[in-house]
């Protein structure tokens, strides 16, 4: 569809609209038949597969479009999503529909439309009833009170008929110019708060992406908590004040995830309060609630006992208002997954510390030393995921796939685990879509002229083929919560209903054996010599894989291995000459074999690099293997043994340059590495990535193919 085209199509659309004008403003015409008669071919005109003429697999339909549904008088999603393959995870940009009899201009929907954009991140959305179209900015945090100064540029129905004016929304929002990057390039031209304004929006007007300002609203909620509960009980120390603190701060963005994905079919945050204590009323709803749902969000908890007096009524209260639907800009179901998984990888990275006094949130001792979290950016995970589980299923079956294991053995937040499971989700979705003889033998659903995957089926892959480890409780509860939200991303009251009741099934199975805490490269044989007291023991955490994961191991090991291992040098770790000596004798001395990097490797090393050997020794003979890690283990002398070491024992797939400034605010560069367990000859690939941008450009480096293998 070109512009000449695109033009002539929508100045008919205009002249039917004049010539009826009355009929159409009046309170008769509802906004489906607006949907129907103009929104939907105003979009198709400028490209878009709206009514899916074309698109005919509802996996692969680059328009979502919604049906009318409202809880509470408040409608939850867009009536529009609009996306580009093949992406499906991210959208480019929202629209939401009125009735033309509506006057657009008002907060509320704007309030609405704005909330869309800005909880996906896209910094752009559209409110129109084509009698309007009006173009609004989602980078800031929606306000009710001045949300109306979020309008950028508004265009009447006769507009469409000025060729210049029209063209002005045709290389914005035609499927040709959103390819070619045109919502992020208008984006950047938008002005920007500067000086005095900029540092005061920060906290008023919220001049914030949506990860900056729920980490901030968490980090605020968690240190009134924590200062609350060490008032009412003075015996609670810093481990006990964390764990608590992480457990209602889990539960209360649980239950809104399920309030706003129509899960749940009433509001449970702002009715906290109306029978007993708001505190009385949220342990009682997580009692209710985990008969339903399962899983360790709800399971019972020391703050569920009478051992531990609850929060003061106030502090409580207002925590609870601040969140529910009614007072916050968050929707739930607008935020992707990963997007809350990196608020939740930099909400660990700081612990409650308390005195018998005082309350205080502190960043973690490896985290300040560190400099900071750095969340693996979700472009770099979806590539990692996509060339080895990716590659891995290709062209299987979902019997086969039910066969093969998936882990990060240091799965922080979870963002690795969550990108498999997604990229698990959607392959067997396609697959049921082709092969629907299959579909309905493995009892999945027809709905809306698409095969869907039950909840049974969903909780049947989790189980079977997720794994991760880490060494840190609150780590392994939070990637527990988000494979938990990934699970039930798709779902209805009506589906989750039909689970509990009909199949008498709780909704969320028991992780336990899938996601544990435990120390990934030290087994229990450091405990042989009694040499740690039961503390020092419980922080160490030792932990055999042939124990864990009994079944996987007997079978070979993991299929896939994939993730982000921190880069901590082996001299910074805890307990010292006892845990180096460890590393050296099962490790170090596997690596240092050239005469360069001989001794030099117990202080100089970096703990990527023992879990790169860690992670290969858990593999199968067919495995794959995928880290980001510093570009350190292909230049420097004292990684020259670790090189010689995957020449030998491994087949090195490819490498990906990545240059510096994949996380932000680090300037070292970084390479994604990726290994076979099997060692049949094959041809590296060295791919550079000179732009830096959220994208990988496979462009194979000639010159440079030898360096790492010299």
């Not at 009478?306 to 935020?335: G, R, W």
């Not at 039950?454 to 494979?483: H, P, R």
């Not at 797939?653 to 996380?663: M, P, T, Y």
């Amino acid at each position: 569809m070109n512009f000449g085209k695109s033009f002539s199509i929508v100045s008919d659309l205009v002249k039917n609209f004049q010539a009826n004008e009355k009929y159409y403003l009046s309170a008769e015409y509802s906004e489906i038949d607006a949907r129907r008669d103009f929104i939907d071919k105003f979009f198709t005109t400028l490209g878009w597969d709206v009514t899916h003429d074309i698109q005919k697999n509802p996996y692969e339909q680059e328009v979502r479009v919604e049906r009318l549904v409202q809880v509470a008088k408040a409608q939850k999603r867009a009536d529009y999503s609009f996306y580009l393959t093949p992406n499906f995870r991210d959208v480019k940009f929202f629209v939401e529909a009125k009735k033309p009899a509506r006057n657009l201009v008002n907060a509320d929907d704007f309030f609405q439309t704005v909330r869309y954009g800005w909880n996906a991140s896209t910094p752009i959305a559209i409110l129109t009833d084509f009698e309007e179209f009006i173009i609004l900015d989602c980078r800031f945090r929606p306000d009710i009170g001045d949300i109306l100064n979020s309008m950028i540029e508004k265009f009447h129905f006769t507009d469409y008929l000025d060729e210049e004016k029209f063209r002005r929304i045709y290389h914005l929002f035609s499927y040709e110019a959103v390819a070619d990057n045109s919502i992020e390039k208008y984006a950047e031209r938008l002005p920007k708060p500067k000086g005095k304004k900029a540092k005061k929006d920060l906290f008023k007007r919220g001049y914030q992406s949506i990860d900056e300002a729920f980490l901030e609203e968490l980090d605020q909620i968690r240190e009134s908590l924590a200062k609350s509960f060490k008032k009412s009980n003075p015996h609670l120390a810093s481990e006990e004040l964390t764990e608590a603190t992480q457990r209602v701060i889990d539960r209360l963005v649980f239950i809104r995830f399920l309030e706003d994905k129509l899960i749940e079919p009433h509001h449970y945050l702002s009715e906290f309060g109306n029978r007993k204590s708001a505190w009385e009323d949220f342990i009682n709803a997580g009692r209710t609630l985990d008969a339903k749902y399962n899983g360790i969000v709800f399971k019972k908890h020391f703050i569920d006992t009478q051992n531990i007096i609850e929060p003061d009524d106030k502090t409580f209260s207002f925590i609870c208002e601040e969140l529910s639907h009614n007072n916050s800009p968050y929707n739930f179901d607008a935020v992707p997954i990963h997007i809350l998984g990196s608020i939740y990888e930099r909400f660990l990275g700081k612990v409650v510390e308390a005195t018998e006094k005082r309350v205080r949130i502190e960043e973690k001792p490896e985290v300040r030393k560190a400099g900071g979290v750095y969340y693996t950016p979700q472009y770099i995970v979806n590539y990692i995921v996509d060339n080895t589980i990716g590659k891995l299923i290709a062209d299987k079956t979902p019997k086969q796939i039910a066969k093969m294991r998936f882990a990060d053995i240091a799965c922080g937040s979870g963002s690795f685990l969550i990108t498999v499971f997604d990229k698990l989700l959607d392959y067997h979705k396609k697959w049921y879509q082709a092969n629907p003889k299959q579909a309905e033998k493995d009892k999945c659903v027809f709905v809306d002229g698409a095969w869907r995957l039950t909840l049974l089926q969903k909780q049947k892959i989790l189980l079977k083929n997720i794994y991760g480890v880490d060494i840190d409780q609150q780590a392994v509860e939070v990637t527990q919560l988000s494979l938990y939200l990934k699970l039930l991303e798709d779902e209805t009251t009506a589906t989750a209903n039909d689970t509990w009741v009909l199949f008498k099934e709780k909704l969320l199975p028991n992780l336990s054996k899938n996601i544990v805490c435990g120390n990934s490269l030290i087994g229990t044989d450091i405990l042989s010599n009694d040499l740690f007291d039961f503390n020092e023991e419980k922080k160490l955490k030792p932990m055999d894989f042939e124990n864990v994961f009994p079944e996987i191991m007997r079978d070979g090991g993991f299929d896939v291995i994939v993730g982000n291992p921190p880069y901590v040098f082996t001299r910074d770790v805890e307990f010292g000459k006892v845990v180096k000596n460890y590393y050296k004798t099962h490790y170090l001395e596997l690596i240092e074999k050239s005469e360069k990097s001989r001794g030099n490797q117990t202080g100089k090393a970096n703990l990527y690099a023992l879990f790169i050997l860690r992670g290969i020794h858990l593999l199968n003979n067919s495995g794959l293997f995928s880290y980001i890690i510093p570009n350190t283990v292909l230049r420097t002398t004292v990684y020259e043994g670790i090189r010689k070491y995957l020449i030998d024992n491994t087949s090195i797939e490819k490498i990906v340059d990545l240059k510096a400034g994949v996380f932000k605010g680090v300037t070292a560069s970084t390479v994604i590495l990726i290994l076979g367990k099997n060692l049949k000859e094959k041809q590296v690939s060295i791919i550079d990535n000179p732009q830096n941008a959220d994208y990988i450009i496979e462009k194979e480096s000639k010159s440079r193919k030898r360096y790492f293998l010299s």
